[in-house]
């Protein structure tokens, strides 16, 4: 509990500090992030780094944060390329490798390698995207307090009156009574956070927080889903006490990412 509570408090401050001054220090945040969500990832498939295709898929990871990266510096980037092109290119590149190295790289891992570049590519991008609006601080703020508000709600209602588990198969101490208290408490939030800081409205705060509490838990299910079926408890242990950096941030990508998706903050 102690390495838990230090790994909390210094992270907690570098991630906050970061997300205060915003900017290109948070896009290069993210996007090391991301290289780590990523990598995270590829080590729970056991593929090797050696992998060409492995290295390329990787740096296909940050193709979204070009066009941030020209938002955010007014600096347009010349890569021959559009992102999209590149990405393409990437996914061909790792179905021939399946050609020359006689299906020990497989189309499986072709096509796990992609799903991983977007889901943390996309998913930490859409977070920079959000940050990076006019009201990019107060909004990324409010989503973060929703979704660890759920998080707090599931796990406290859970454990006083959880009865009906909720997936069994994937997280086994997730219930249904839980998960509702989670949305409830996220919805007490947005209201009393609308009341002190009127930011979108009391009919979207509601509906936002709604959508996160639901979504931030799927997010969550997600991961578990994943390291699940590759037999591992924690995403990674860079973060002493809590894991990886998916275990911490595996609401968040997939919330930013459906926010962005349902034009809220598009």
């Given at each position: 509990m102690k390495t838990r509570i230090i790994t909390g408090i210094w992270a907690g401050a570098i991630f906050l500090g970061l997300l205060y001054l915003g900017g290109l220090p948070f896009l290069a945040f993210m996007a090391i992030l991301t290289l780590i969500g990523y990598t995270e990832l590829v080590k729970m498939r056991q593929l090797s780094f050696k992998s060409i295709p492995v290295l390329l898929f990787g740096a296909g990871t940050l193709l979204p944060f070009i066009s941030l990266y020209e938002q955010a510096s007014d600096q347009l980037l010349s890569l021959g390329l559009t992102p999209i092109a590149w990405g393409m290119l990437i996914v061909l590149i790792g179905l021939f490798w399946t050609v020359f190295s006689k299906n020990v790289f497989t189309f499986d891992d072709v096509a796990f390698l992609l799903l991983t570049a977007v889901y943390v590519g996309v998913g930490f991008a859409s977070f920079t995207y959000i940050r990076l609006?006019?009201?990019g601080l107060i909004f990324s703020l409010l989503i973060i307090l929703l979704i660890w508000f759920t998080?707090?709600?599931a796990y406290f209602v859970g454990k006083s009156l959880?009865?009906?588990k909720l997936?069994?198969?994937i997280s086994p101490n997730k219930t249904v009574e839980g998960a509702l208290g989670g949305v409830v408490?996220?919805?007490l939030l947005g209201v009393v956070f609308e009341l002190i800081h009127p930011?979108?409205?009391m009919g979207t705060v509601v509906l936002l927080a709604l959508i996160v509490a639901v979504v931030g838990q799927l997010g969550d299910l997600v991961q578990s889903a994943y390291k699940r079926h590759y037999?591992?408890?924690d995403s990674g242990a860079l973060l002493p006490g809590h894991g990886g950096i998916?275990?911490?941030f595996d609401s968040m990508i997939i919330v930013f990412t459906v926010l962005i998706v349902l034009g809220i903050f598009g």
């Amino acid at each position: 509990m102690k390495t838990r509570i230090i790994t909390g408090i210094w992270a907690g401050a570098i991630f906050l500090g970061l997300l205060y001054l915003g900017g290109l220090p948070f896009l290069a945040f993210m996007a090391i992030l991301t290289l780590i969500g990523y990598t995270e990832l590829v080590k729970m498939r056991q593929l090797s780094f050696k992998s060409i295709p492995v290295l390329l898929f990787g740096a296909g990871t940050l193709l979204p944060f070009i066009s941030l990266y020209e938002q955010a510096s007014d600096q347009l980037l010349s890569l021959g390329l559009t992102p999209i092109a590149w990405g393409m290119l990437i996914v061909l590149i790792g179905l021939f490798w399946t050609v020359f190295s006689k299906n020990v790289f497989t189309f499986d891992d072709v096509a796990f390698l992609l799903l991983t570049a977007v889901y943390v590519g996309v998913g930490f991008a859409s977070f920079t995207y959000i940050r990076l609006l006019e009201n990019g601080l107060i909004f990324s703020l409010l989503i973060i307090l929703l979704i660890w508000f759920t998080d707090s709600g599931a796990y406290f209602v859970g454990k006083s009156l959880g009865k009906t588990k909720l997936w069994p198969a994937i997280s086994p101490n997730k219930t249904v009574e839980g998960a509702l208290g989670g949305v409830v408490l996220a919805i007490l939030l947005g209201v009393v956070f609308e009341l002190i800081h009127p930011t979108v409205g009391m009919g979207t705060v509601v509906l936002l927080a709604l959508i996160v509490a639901v979504v931030g838990q799927l997010g969550d299910l997600v991961q578990s889903a994943y390291k699940r079926h590759y037999g591992v408890k924690d995403s990674g242990a860079l973060l002493p006490g809590h894991g990886g950096i998916l275990d911490r941030f595996d609401s968040m990508i997939i919330v930013f990412t459906v926010l962005i998706v349902l034009g809220i903050f598009g």
